[in-house]
Structures are given as structure tokens and as C-alpha cells.
């Protein structure tokens, strides 16, 4: 009856909805199991009435240790659910009873699992408390010290996810969202979480493919989070020492040798190589070469390719490497005969770039062709100088047009153009059609949409991701130096620097610019020094 009348709107003072509320709460005690079973299930379905929160919060332990009882007694992945629910209402009040949860979460998952492969309520139930685990950790992500403390519960049933050849596969995703969430929020990571990288690996390399999608976050995460100690780690593969770094690669070139992977996975793996460029500065020379190889090899198959998103994730990774190192970036290029084309297919497909990110890589790459002395350049980079400034000031500005329009940030309004600017800003990557989409993130989604507009929550960060390949991909948070560059100032500083450096040849450069153009780049230096002002006022 309560499931069926939850939603009828209650026109007394509120007792009755709190005596309504206290007798499900007493059937959660009743010493007949099914009673405690319906009980249990039936609590969600009132929990957001007017003035539930009220009656419940005061004895939300009580209630936490009712459903963990019924758990222990019988693997009802209702019971899990309804368990969920609850803590994703409460979730301001779950902090204190984190670690608890998560202990008693883990401890039934173990309980479900070693119930057999034929007790399909057990299954359902285990996968439910994966699902309860991350909710709980959805709710804590502002305590990240608090993750540090679960670590010792939740490693073990990770570990055994992955460590299974396979036979754990159906929790696989829930595994990779703990793992995100321990890599993303606590400020270090640990010698314990560190074991877990090549287990991913292996898990790709030889049951799980297809899982990609979800890996590349907390992948991404390790490689950003702690980059010195990622470049010094090693592990032991099929009796040989490989360093994580070469475990990167091997997932990539699978990727790319592999003829069921799609376009969607071969550009979710570019993003790893991406990872590696920008935040392993100065530790990767020895890579660069089979980098480029990779990339400019991939790049001659998608020359004729009628839509331009593939190359576009392969043009990033070059725009990271001139960030990396433009000198040495620009050496492999001319070492392949390639520069000149290459170039001119990046600034042709920058015109088609609408997403921020992409966007943004390639100011920061073009940006950084700069800093070398025109004269160190080869002739054919020289030449296209102009080229190279003027789309560096339209995708700047498109940059900040998109932001202009979420209110996100700045003051700037580009000049109309005839061409347009992209609608998307900093867009939200959704899931793979082949994806399971399961209620946490969806709720944690909303969640986030919610505060997007500030741009500041570490939650609204994590889940919407500053995205950077196409609307098929999984939605991530990406780790990087990137996030240190405000870009119109990072073009400013880039071009003043080159002009006073060669005040000559970059006044032909300017003399050479359309006046929509200069008109362009006048405005982003104004922006600049406004935003430079404005932060010295505020110190």
C-alpha cells in the first residue's frame, strides 16, 4: 500500500506521514523476515515527502543498521536498492557513517559473490552494493581524506574483480568506477592503489576489451595525479618487467591493431598518448618517435576520411607534443617529410573543431611553434607563420565566445562572423549505445548539472569532464597542465613574447592579418590584460 499511495499529497500538519514513516520503520524490526523485507522496501518510496526528512534523520543510524541486518539474513537486491536510495537522499549526513557503510557494503558483496553463480538474487544483490559503494563515495568527494580510509575496504573486492580472469566481469564497471573515484579525489596515491594499474592492463589485455571506455579514466587519472611516480613504475608481465609507461603504448597500439575496436575506442585510447604529452614533460623524449610513428601512420589512413573527428583526436595528440617539446616535435616532422602537410591539415581541420578541449590543445600547440626563433624553423613552419597566428586568434576567440555564452567565464564577445561559432562550450561526452548506464551516475549526472554554471565543484568536474573527443564517448574528468593555462593570457603572453623577440618579422605578420582578424586579436589582448588587473585587485 505504501508503494502504491506514496505520491498522494498529505493535507493534515504531517502526522500522519510521521506515523506512517514510524510504522515502516517498526516493520524493519518485525520478526518475520518478509515483513522486514517489505518494510524495507517500502521506506524509499516515502523518504521524499514533505517533512520525511525530518522524522528520518535523527534515526538514520538505526536505520542503516536495520538494512545491513536484513542483508546478512538474505541477498534481496531490493533491499540493496531501496538501501542506495537511501543514501543517495541523506547523502549530506552519510559522512559520519562512510566508513561503516562501506565496510558492511564490501563485506555483503563478498557474501553475495561466494553464494554461486546460480543464485541470481545473490548476483543482483552483489552488484547493487557496488552500486550503494560508489554512491557513498559520490556523497564524501569534498572529504578526500576520507578515501584514504576506505582504501583497506575497497581494494580487496577490486582486486578480486580484476584479478579473475574473467569470472567477475559483470561487476567489472562498478571496479572501474572505485577505482576513478580513489585516483581522482585524494590528493596522493598510494603504494596499495598503485598495484592495481597493470591489473588493469592485464584485465584489458585478456578479458576485457571491450571495457576500454571505463578504463581510460582512472588511467588518465594515475598519469596526471602523480606523473614522476608513474614514469618510475614497473611491473611484472608474463615473467617480464614492463614499466607502466609501455603499458600505456601496448593499450594503445592493441587498440589500433585491433579490428573490432571502433572509432569510438581508437580515440579514447588517443586520449591516453594525449595524458602522457602533457603531463610527462621532459620525461618522454625516447617516446616521441614511436608517437609520431603511430599517430602520423593513423593520420595518412584518415586523410580521405569525409568526416574529420578521428583526425581531429589525432591532431590533438600532435598539438600535445608540440606542447611537450616543439622543437623535438617539429625535428619528427621533418625527419618524415611531413610537416608542411601536416600543418596544413591541422589548420584545416581546426576550422572544424567545436568542442573546447581540441580547441584549446591547439592554441596551446600553435601557441608554442611560437616560442621557437623563426629563424630555428624550417622554411615551410616560417612560411605559414601568418596562417599559424590567425587561427590561433579565431580558435581563442571561439573559446571564449562558447564561454561568453554558458557565463561561465569573461566578459568577451567575439565579432559575428559568417561561419558561426559552435554552440557546445565545454561539452558533456555521453555514454556508448553499447553502454550500461546505471542510476548512480545518472543521479550524480543531474547532481552535476546542477552546479555546472560555477565551474568550481570537484563532483560537477569529475562527472561532466572538461570532454574532448565526440558525443560518443563516456563522460571523464581529464588531468593535465591544461588546467593551469588560461588561454587567452597563455596567447597573449605567447604572441607579445614572439613580437618582442622578432619585432620585425611579426609586424609583416600583423600587417598580413584581416582586419577581422586584428580586430579579433586586439579584443583578446584587451580581455587579457582586464583579467591580469582584475586578479591583482583581488589579492
Same mark, same amino acid.
Given at each position: ?198 591489473? #588493469? ?66 580515440? %579514447? ?31 595518412? %589512413? ?9 583526425? #581531429? ?41 567545436? %568542442? ?139 604572441? %607579445? ?43
Amino acid at each position: 500500500m505504501v508503494q502504491r499511495f506514496s505520491f498522494v499529497t498529505w493535507t493534515d500538519d504531517g502526522t500522519n506521514l510521521k506515523t506512517l514513516i514510524e510504522l515502516v520503520l517498526r516493520g524493519l524490526s518485525d520478526p518475520a523476515l518478509p515483513v522486514q523485507i517489505e518494510a524495507s522496501k517500502a521506506l524509499r518510496f516515502l523518504i521524499d515527502a514533505d517533512g520525511a526528512h525530518e522524522t528520518l534523520v535523527p534515526v538514520l543510524p538505526k536505520v542503516l543498521e536495520e538494512y545491513f541486518r536484513i542483508m546478512n539474513e538474505i541477498g534481496n537486491d531490493e533491499v540493496v536498492s531501496a538501501l542506495q536510495v537511501i543514501i543517495d537522499k541523506f547523502g549530506d549526513h552519510i559522512e559520519p557513517h562512510a566508513v561503516a557503510l562501506v565496510s558492511q557494503l564490501t563485506a555483503a558483496f563478498t557474501t553475495y559473490c561466494d553464494a554461486g553463480e546460480d543464485d541470481d538474487d545473490a548476483a543482483m544483490a552483489a552488484a547493487q552494493c557496488l552500486e550503494c559503494i560508489s554512491t557513498v563515495l559520490k556523497g564524501i568527494c569534498e572529504r578526500p581524506e576520507l578515501f584514504k580510509t576506505l582504501e583497506p575496504h575497497l581494494l580487496p573486492i577490486t582486486k578480486q574483480i580484476l584479478s579473475k580472469d574473467g569470472d567477475f566481469i559483470e561487476y567489472l564497471e562498478y571496479a572501474l568506477d572505485i577505482v576513478t573515484f580513489l585516483t581522482y579525489f585524494p590528493d596522493e596515491i598510494s603504494d596499495e592503489l598503485w598495484e592495481v594499474f597493470p591489473m #588493469i592492463y592485464v584485465a584489458f589485455d585478456e578479458w576485457a576489451f571491450d571495457y576500454l571506455n571505463l578504463m581510460v579514466p582512472p588511467l588518465e587519472n594515475y598519469i596526471g595525479k602523480a606523473p614522476q611516480a608513474f614514469m618510475s613504475k614497473t611491473a611484472v608481465i608474463e615473467n617480464t618487467t614492463v614499466s607502466y609507461v609501455d603499458l600505456i603504448v601496448m593499450i594503445v597500439t592493441k587498440t589500433f591493431q585491433e579490428d573490432r575496436a571502433s572509432e569510438n575506442e581508437a580515440r %579514447k585510447a588517443l586520449s591516453l598518448y594525449m595524458s602522457l604529452l602533457l603531463n610527462c614533460k621532459g620525461m618522454l623524449n625516447n617516446y616521441l618517435p614511436m608517437i609520431n610513428d603511430h599517430v602520423l601512420a593513423s593520420l595518412a %589512413k584518415q586523410a580521405s576520411a569525409q568526416t574529420p573527428t578521428t583526425r #581531429i583526436s589525432l591532431f590533438v595528440v600532435l598539438a600535445a607534443a608540440m606542447f611537450y617539446n616543439p622543437q623535438l616535435e617539429i625535428a619528427e616532422l621533418e625527419k618524415r617529410g611531413v610537416t608542411q602537410q601536416v600543418l596544413t591539415q591541422w589548420l584545416k581541420d581546426c576550422a572544424e573543431m567545436d %568542442k573546447w578541449l581540441p580547441r584549446k590543445i591547439s592554441v596551446v600547440g600553435l601557441c608554442s611553434i611560437l616560442q621557437m626563433p623563426t629563424p630555428t624553423l624550417p622554411q615551410s613552419v616560417g612560411n605559414m607563420i601568418p596562417q599559424i597566428v590567425a587561427m590561433m586568434t579565431d580558435l581563442t576567440g571561439k573559446i571564449e565566445e562558447d564561454a561568453n555564452k554558458l557565463g561561465d567565464e569573461g566578459d568577451f564577445v567575439a565579432e559575428e562572423s559568417n561561419d558561426g561559432f559552435g554552440a557546445d562550450g565545454e561539452y558533456f561526452e555521453g555514454f556508448d549505445e553499447d553502454q550500461d548506464v546505471h542510476s548512480v551516475t545518472d543521479d550524480a549526472y543531474l547532481d552535476a548539472l546542477k552546479n555546472l554554471g560555477g565551474g568550481q565543484d570537484d563532483m560537477a568536474r569529475f562527472l561532466i569532464g572538461d570532454a574532448w573527443l565526440d558525443d560518443d564517448d563516456d563522460d571523464d574528468e581529464f588531468i593535465s597542465p591544461l588546467d593551469d593555462i588560461e588561454t587567452v593570457s597563455y596567447y597573449r603572453d605567447s604572441l %607579445k613574447t614572439a613580437f618582442d623577440r622578432e619585432p620585425a618579422f611579426y609586424q609583416q605578420v600583423q600587417g598580413a592579418m584581416h582586419s577581422e582578424t586584428l580586430a579579433t586579436c586586439q579584443q583578446l589582448f584587451a580581455l587579457a590584460d582586464a583579467r591580469v588587473a582584475e586578479a591583482q585587485q583581488q589579492k
